[in-house]
């Protein structure tokens, strides 16, 4: 379960790294809700990662 959470993050990563090199807007914030929220390792790698 763990690899599926961190590659969820990971692809995360990359759409907003596609994004902000594709067009004028930059994504500057992202807002989790639903059940992936609640899972406490998947926030903090989602966090972890977009901020590299």
Not at 10 to 38: P, R, T
Request: hydrophobic share 50%; charged share 25%.
């Amino acid at each position: 379960m763990k690899a599926v959470l961190e590659a969820i993050a990971y692809q995360v990563k990359e759409v907003v790294i596609a994004i902000n090199a594709s067009s004028n807007a930059v994504i500057e914030e992202l807002a989790v809700d639903g059940g992936m929220s609640e899972n406490n390792f998947f926030s903090a790698k989602l966090i972890s990662d977009s901020r590299e």
